[in-house]
C-alpha cells in the first residue's frame, strides 16, 4: 500500500476502478494523490465482469458513447502493460455475441445493422460458425455476431494491482467543495482539486441525477479452457453473457434491477441467470457454482457518463454504467488532463455534468444520506 500524502494536491472520492485509475494516473503524471473510500474496490468493481466491449455494447442514437467507448478500448492496452498484463489477465480474444431464437437473431441482426452503420469491424455468423468458434454452444443457436475488437480483464485483479500503487484513506466522505473533503473519521483533507468518482453514490454526495442500477452476478469453476471466448447471449428477449477467466473461473451476469441501494442476492436473479445462459451454454451444467453477488451501477438518465469540471469547480467522474470497467483509463487520462489544466484526449463536453438542471455551488450533502460511500 502506498503511503499517504500529508499534503495531498488531488483528492479522490471513491475507490472503485474508475477513482483507483484515475489515482494511479495521476501519480504518474507526476500529481501527490489520495483517495478516500471506507472499503476501496468492493463496489461494482468487485462483481463486474470485465468485458471490453464497445461494439457489443452500441446502440442506436448513442454514438457519443460509443466514440468515448471506441478511445477507451485503443487506451487499455497500454493501461493494461502499466499494471502487469499478465496480471490482470488482460485477453484480446474477442467476443461473440448469440441468439438462442429465431426473435433473438431478428434483435442481434438490428444491432449487426448499427455496427455496419457505424463502420465498425464485426463478423455476422451463421449457426455453424458460432459452434465453430465456441463448441459450447447450445446446437439450436440461430446465427451470432464476432467482434475482434472486444476485449476482456480481471477487474478484481487490476483493482488488486491499483491498490498496491495508490495511497487510500478508508472513510467515507460527508462535505465536499472544489479543494476540501470532510470525512466521516471526522478529519478534513485538503488539496488542490477535489474528483468524485463516488460510482452509484455520486447522486446522494453532489446532487447530480445518479441512481444505482443493481445486478447480480454468478462465479462458475471448471476446467480452464471449458469456454474459449466471452459470449453474450439474446435468449428470449433477455441479455446474460459468460466471460471465462484464464484459470477456468466463468462470470455470469447479470440482472438490471431499478431496486435502490439493495444488494441482496435473490433466487429469482440466480434462477434467471442460470437458466438462460444454460440454455446458451448447457455444457456449463455440470461446473461448480462457487459465488454469488450484487453490486450496483451508477446510471445517469440518457445513459451517459458524468466527466467534467461542474460549476461547483469540483471535476467529476462518475455515472459510467455499464462500461465502468471498459472507459477507467480513458476517464483517468481525461481527468488528469483537467486538473492538469490541459487539454483532454477527447471532447468531453457530451459527459458535462452542466447538462443537468444547475446545482447550487458548494453543495453539502445530508450526512445521515451518506454512510458507506463507495464506488
Not at 464497445?54 to 446502440?59: F, V
Not at 449457426?127 to 477487474?155: I, T, W
Not at 455520486?202 to 469453476?221: A, T
Not at 434462477?271 to 462457487?290: C, F, Q
Request: glycine share 12%; charged share 20%; with cysteine.
Amino acid at each position: 500500500m502506498a503511503d499517504v500524502p500529508s499534503k495531498p494536491d488531488v483528492i479522490i472520492v471513491g475507490g472503485g476502478i474508475i477513482g483507483l485509475s484515475t489515482a494511479w494516473q495521476l501519480l504518474q503524471d507526476g500529481a501527490e494523490v489520495v483517495v478516500l473510500d471506507p472499503a476501496p474496490g468492493t463496489g461494482a468493481s468487485h462483481a463486474a465482469a470485465g468485458m471490453l466491449a464497445p461494439i457489443h455494447e452500441a446502440y442506436w442514437g448513442e454514438s457519443h458513447i460509443l466514440e468515448l467507448n471506441l478511445a477507451a478500448s485503443q487506451a487499455w492496452p497500454a493501461f493494461a502493460d502499466s499494471l502487469g498484463a499478465d496480471a490482470v489477465d488482460y485477453r484480446r480474444d474477442g467476443m461473440l455475441m448469440a441468439a438462442y431464437d429465431a426473435d433473438d437473431k431478428a434483435l442481434l441482426d438490428n444491432l449487426g445493422d448499427l455496427h455496419e452503420q457505424e463502420g465498425l469491424p464485426v463478423e455476422r455468423l451463421r449457426s455453424r460458425e458460432c459452434r465453430a468458434r465456441e463448441p459450447l454452444l447450445a446446437p439450436g443457436v440461430r446465427g451470432g455476431v464476432y467482434s475482434p475488437l472486444d476485449h476482456q480483464v480481471n477487474p478484481r485483479r487490476v483493482v488488486a494491482e491499483l491498490l498496491n500503487r495508490v495511497p487510500t484513506i478508508s472513510a467515507s466522505a460527508t462535505e465536499v467543495s472544489r479543494n476540501q473533503v470532510v470525512a466521516s473519521d471526522g478529519q478534513t483533507v485538503t488539496g488542490q482539486q477535489v474528483v468524485v468518482a463516488a460510482g452509484a453514490w455520486s447522486g446522494r454526495l453532489l446532487g447530480v441525477p445518479i441512481r444505482p442500477i443493481k445486478g447480480q452476478i454468478l462465479r462458475l469453476s471448471g476446467p480452464s479452457g471449458l469456454l474459449q471466448l466471452p459470449v453474450r447471449g439474446v435468449v428470449r428477449g433477455s441479455s446474460v453473457y459468460a466471460v471465462p477467466r484464464s484459470d477456468g473461473e466463468i462470470v455470469v451476469g447479470a440482472t438490471q434491477e431499478e431496486q435502490g441501494f439493495d444488494t441482496r442476492v435473490t433466487a429469482g436473479g440466480v434462477y434467471e441467470l442460470l437458466r438462460d445462459v444454460l440454455a446458451l451454454l448447457p455444457g456449463l451444467s455440470e461446473i461448480d457454482l462457487v459465488e454469488t453477488w450484487a453490486g450496483l451501477r451508477p446510471g445517469a438518465p440518457d445513459n451517459a457518463p458524468i466527466i467534467g469540471t461542474g460549476r461547483d469547480g469540483i471535476v467529476y467522474a462518475t455515472g459510467h454504467y455499464r462500461n465502468g470497467i471498459l472507459t477507467a483509463p480513458i476517464t483517468a487520462t481525461a481527468v488528469s488532463a483537467l486538473v492538469q489544466g490541459h487539454e483532454p484526449p477527447l471532447d468531453l463536453s457530451p459527459f458535462s455534468p452542466n447538462r443537468f438542471d444547475s446545482r447550487p455551488s458548494g453543495h453539502t450533502p445530508d450526512p445521515e444520506h451518506l454512510s458507506g460511500v463507495s464506488a
